[in-house]
């Protein structure tokens, strides 16, 4: 009965630490990625389904010296304006990790793509892992977020009664 339940509590636990895990997209699908789009809406309508957290990462898979992925202000996203980039990446793919909550925006800065509605804005939520703001790049893995501090600590709670449970019982 022991070794039943310990192997519950541990799987339950697994289950908990396992929806804490980021999350890693592939910008517009692995059918599209990060091209100039048939459609000026295909990257919006990408995103519209994803809940994008905090830990999380996006690839723009392209080809290198066809395109470009740059993170701008909303008005350079909105006006499709590439000449001042917070962060410019042009040699494909690239990754992004989404380090801090609000709204990012990217866009292609060869002639005519963002126009032609190679653009993503998507919105962060809190998530599992927070790092320094900014740069698409592999750094050094950032100290948990609250979020996964609060289930780090239930799981530790919930096996720290279930095993009282089994010395009593």
């Not at 990408?46 to 994008?52: E, I, L, M, N, V």
């Not at 830990?55 to 395109?67: E, M, N």
């Not at 990754?95 to 609000?102: A, F, M, P, Y």
């Not at 740069?135 to 009282?164: D, K, N, R, W």
Request: hydrophobic share 40%.
């Amino acid at each position: 009965m022991r070794n039943l339940i310990v192997f519950v509590v541990l799987g339950a636990v697994s289950l908990l630490l396992r929806n804490s895990e980021a999350a890693t997209y592939e910008v517009g699908g692995s059918g599209t990625g990060w091209t100039r789009p048939s459609s000026s809406s295909v990257y919006s309508d990408w995103a519209s389904d994803k809940t994008f957290a905090i830990g999380d990462t996006l690839t723009f898979t392209f080809t290198t010296g066809a395109h470009d992925v740059a993170t701008v202000s909303k008005s350079n996203y909105d006006n499709c304006n590439g000449a001042s980039p917070n962060n410019l990446v042009s040699a494909g793919p690239a990754s992004v990790l989404l380090n801090t909550t609000g709204d990012y925006y990217f866009i292609c800065t060869i002639a005519g793509h963002c126009s032609a509605g190679q653009k993503l804005a998507i919105t962060v939520a809190a998530g599992s892992t927070p790092s320094p703001p900014g740069t698409p790049s592999s750094p050094p893995p950032p100290p948990p977020s609250a979020a996964s501090s609060l289930v780090a600590t239930f799981a530790l709670v919930f096996m720290s009664i279930a095993i009282s449970f089994m010395y009593f019982f």
